[in-house]
């Protein structure tokens, strides 16, 4: 990274950023803390916050730090904000309802980690009333906005949380997603959205008020891909305190794997790809879907129907009878505190039977049965992260239905277990922004980053509110506990085979080419077919080859299914490396069709459909 010059004013939270800064002892947490405090004071009330950490107490916390040194802790120095409805040890929670405000006596696994490495707490920040919404309306602190114009929603239920991470109040901010709250405000301020596989994170600091605990996940707004998966590194992992923790969050990998250099992406196929009239938000997806194909990607339209199902049934279904859980007790105390739609909204969990409950969870199994075969089709599914954004006069005026409309591509992402990454996609002519996710499988966190991190790259745009550019890529050195690998042939990437890499949790590495001294040779009776690399020093060529890396278990168990006569060895590579990769018995090459000439199993198979 070149040499910082940081504005007060102006000057990116970005983890990169600041981390790098702090090691070369060019910044320091109490110069960040009070560019931040007065920021604050100079947005005046923006309705961020529902409890405010003082500056002198953020300070103290600063200056702490500044006297032990600098440590290499991952969020040393880096301060942060947290949805209101999470509790931290000493603070209030209120889930923006004022009259049932506590005192909280525990922070949970996720947030003790992050207070552990460092960080320091800003605040606390707005949201729509329990969670529930997509609009970040339905509080009494009054409503955010959109950092980019004042007439607009911010988006919700996590309101405050994107808000303070886009107009540079917080490096990265910790949310709660059941319907999309940790997305949609990413999108209506040009930042991301983390929104990790339920149970990949514990949820023992969210309040129970309003949780909807079988599919509620923690999720993280930052400036970049790069940070909220570092966050989520972080605060990642089983949780044996709390129920709905899952054992196999520890062996997650949560390293962003470099975009493959060809992979198909899906898309919603038809009339299910709606925008409610917005000419310009149609315009910036596609866009998108035309970036990715410049990226590499093969676009796939995909049905739609069954996501679409699942989406309806969260807010039309049983579901809402989870929240009355926790709240029967809060309306029959505070029924007239509450906002008159969360109250509307919440007035029908009485309406659903165990047998309502059943069916609905039934027809989701149903409904994730028949996706499961388009996962092995596509690496991530690509969706607007919302189909339009609306003025807050809009929304008043018809607060459920429009707050419907937004949660058209978002509803369905928990109930299916699957998890997302929104990145900003671009800005609309009269400069509200947009942006677009990438869903993956459970646990493929790591697949989704990779895409995502490189699609917000080729964007070109600057960091929130500011005109900070994205920072310069950290080297990308091997994850511990992985082993690299090249592959020749059916495991390409987009090839019939790679699944067999990205099953074992294989991380695309890079593109690479053999040193000259390789032949290639098609195989005769393979399925799939498949190529042989024999090393001939007298009349070789450098071959195409693309280097994985896969976890030392993944690694024995991938090596021992290949099958004769192919195997593994030491590839010598174009820039003079070493690297595990397939070889195959020169015996078997007798005979075979020489395929040398094409350089690559890819450019020959495109040249046979030719």
């Known amino acids: 990274m070149s040499e910082l010059k940081w504005s007060d004013t102006t000057g990116s939270l970005d983890l990169s950023t600041l981390s790098f800064a702090y090691a070369a002892r060019t910044l320091t947490p109490t110069r960040v803390i009070n560019a931040i405090y007065d920021r604050i004071a100079a947005r005046g009330e923006d309705h961020v916050w529902t409890y405010l ?5 953020a300070l103290a916390t600063a200056e702490a730090l500044e006297a032990e040194g600098y440590d290499g ?8 904000s947290v949805k209101d409805c999470n509790d931290i040890v000493g603070l209030p929670t209120t889930n923006a309802l004022k009259e049932g405000a506590y005192i909280a006596t525990s922070s949970g696994q996720a947030l003790d980690r992050i207070f552990d490495a460092g960080a320091i707490l800003i605040g606390k920040t707005n949201m729509d009333q329990f969670g529930i919404g997509l609009v970040g309306m339905r509080t009494p602190y009054g409503a955010c906005s959109s950092v ?8 919700g239920s996590s309101s405050g949380s994107g808000v303070s991470v886009a107009a540079g109040l917080s490096s990265f901010s910790i949310a709660n997603d059941a319907a999309g709250s940790g997305r949609v405000p990413a999108g209506f301020n040009n930042i991301v959205g983390i929104k990790p596989t339920p149970g990949l994170v514990s949820n023992a600091c969210v309040s129970g ?4 605990k079988t599919i509620e996940t923690l999720a993280i707004f930052s400036l970049t891909v790069e940070d909220g998966m570092s966050v989520l590194r972080l605060i990642a992992g089983y949780d044996p305190s709390y129920p709905f923790s899952r054992p196999e969050a520890d062996a997650v990998p949560l390293i962003p794997a470099p975009a493959p250099p060809r992979f198909r992406f899906g898309v919603p196929a038809g009339k299910a790809l709606r925008f409610f009239g917005d000419i310009e938000a149609e315009r910036l997806f596609g866009e998108a879907m035309a970036r990715l194909t410049a990226m590499g990607g093969e676009k796939v339209e995909v049905d739609f129907a069954p996501f679409e199902e699942t989406q309806r049934i969260l807010y039309e279904g049983p579901w809402i009878s989870e929240r009355a859980l926790s709240l029967d007790s809060v309306l029959e105390k505070h029924g007239e505190a509450i906002h008159p739609v969360t109250r509307q909204i919440l007035s029908k969990s009485a ?9 609905a969870i039934h027809r989701i199994a149903e409904l994730k049965r028949d996706t499961r075969a388009l996962w092995g089709d596509i690496a991530v599914l690509l969706v607007p992260t919302t189909p339009t954004i609306y003025t807050k006069e809009e929304i008043a005026a018809n607060p459920v239905q429009l707050n419907s409309n937004l949660g058209i591509y978002t509803n369905f992402v928990n109930l299916m277990g699957l998890c997302g990454i929104a990145v900003p996609n671009g800005f609309r002519k009269d400069g509200l922004p947009l942006g677009v996710t990438f869903l993956a499988p459970g646990f493929e966190e790591a697949r989704a980053a990779g895409i995502a991190a490189a699609f917000h790259r080729a964007t070109g745009l600057k960091l929130g509110k500011f005109d900070n550019p994205y ?3 950290a080297d990308a050195s091997l994850p511990d506990g992985y082993r690299e690998i090249a592959v020749v042939g059916a495991h390409l990437s987009g090839m019939p085979l790679n699944h067999e890499l990205t099953q074992r949790s294989g991380l695309f590495r890079r593109a690479a080419r053999t040193s000259g001294d390789y032949r290639l040779f098609a195989l005769s009776g393979a399925m799939p077919p498949k190529p042989g690399l024999v090393r001939d020093v007298s009349s070789g060529a450098p071959i195409d080859v693309e280097v994985w890396a896969l976890p030392v278990a993944g690694f024995g168990d991938f090596i021992d299914r290949i099958p004769a006569p192919l195997g593994v060895g030491k590839l010598s590579l174009e820039d003079g490396s070493l690297v595990t990769g ?5 015996v078997a090459v007798k005979e075979q069709p020489d395929i040398t000439a094409y350089g690559g199993w890819r450019r020959y198979v495109e040249s046979m459909a030719v």
């Open 53 to 57: 950490v003082s500056r002198e107490t």
């Open 582 to 586: 397939f070889l195959c018995e020169a």
């Open 471 to 473: 920072p310069e890529p």
């Open 148 to 155: 980019f114009d004042d007439r607009f929603i911010s988006g």
């Open 209 to 212: 008020g309003g949780c909807v």
């Open 73 to 80: 802790r991952p969020l040393w120095g880096i301060p942060f």
């Open 351 to 359: 309406n659903f039977t165990a047998g309502d409950t059943f069916a």
